[in-house]
């Protein structure tokens, strides 16, 4: 007899029982179907669509060229694979600072046209405008604050944020906000973990960290450094799992050496 095993999708509120349970919630990037179904099946709580798609994917320096289509086109091959995460998409730069309608229209499109079910925007109290028109029509947000990659120009590095007391206190009350904004969650990236673990027990919020130490309430890493397929990116918060940059070189060289050996196909391998 076979037995129909339905799978429970991960929502925004069994995030926040996960929370209330002491259970750590977690997340990974994944921007392509196969990558996604992979992470997915391995059992993954949260699936972010990261803009970083600009830099593992694209190439590019910073998460600044990517464009709304390129982010759609990215997320819903990642929502035809995920048939259990919570599929949470970046709102890319230019898409909705300054402008809450043009935030609004913006969300609007990632969930009609790739089927995820959330967003994620960076900053604090200045995009709370933005962020209020989008909860209004019903998309769950996720906040992201500390070091937000999109403002690269404005911080000259991609060093630890919030070490100084000025700059804690603006992301603590930036957090308050987000949380009173209705935000389900919230992403510090590369802050002190003193300060992530304070935040993180003094919300209700899942508080989700990248290189904020083990007081979060989740980690999230990009999928291509844990599993090194980024050879050159180790900075000290990343964990590497596997070295996948080497595994694929080496098949790769191999196939090369036998496709010239006249190695493969082989007898077996053929027609
Ligand atoms: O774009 C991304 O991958 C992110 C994570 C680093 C949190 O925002």
């Not at 996604?36 to 990261?50: F, Y």
């Not at 982010?71 to 709102?91: E, N, P, Q, T």
Request: with cysteine; aromatic share 6%; proline share 3%.
């Amino acid at each position: 007899m076979s037995v129909n095993k339905e799978i429970k999708r991960v929502t925004t509120h069994s995030l926040q029982a996960m929370k209330v349970r002491g259970e750590k919630i977690a997340m990974l990037t994944a921007y392509d179907y196969s990558m996604a179904a992979i992470v997915d099946d391995a059992g993954i709580d949260v699936i972010l669509v990261g803009d970083s798609a600009s830099n593992v994917m694209a190439g590019h320096e910073t998460t600044l060229p990517i464009t709304l289509d390129q982010m759609i086109y990215h997320a819903s091959s990642v929502v035809r694979a995920a048939k259990r995460a919570l599929v949470v998409v970046d709102l890319p730069f230019g898409s909705y600072q300054g402008n809450s309608k043009e935030a609004l229209n913006s969300a609007i499109r990632i969930m009609k046209e790739s089927g995820a079910h959330a967003v994620k925007i960076e900053g604090g109290v200045e995009i709370a405008e933005s962020v209020s028109r989008i909860l209004t029509a019903g998309i769950p947000v996720m906040g992201h604050l500390g070091l937000t990659p999109q403002s690269i120009y404005k911080f000259g590095t991609y060093s630890v944020r919030a070490k100084e007391e000025a700059e804690a206190q603006k992301l603590k009350e930036d957090v308050l906000k987000l949380q009173e904004l209705g935000c389900f969650s919230v992403v510090l990236e590369k802050i002190p973990a003193a300060l992530a673990r304070e935040v993180s027990s003094t919300v209700q919020i899942p508080i989700i960290g990248i290189g904020a130490g083990n007081g979060c309430d989740g980690q999230v890493l990009v999928i291509h450094d844990m599993l090194g397929i980024n050879k050159g990116f180790r900075p000290r918060f990343l964990r590497q799992y596997a070295s996948l940059y080497d595994v694929m070189n080496e098949a790769v060289q191999h196939y090369v050496s036998d496709v010239k050996a006249q190695e493969f196909p082989s007898d077996k391998e053929q027609y």
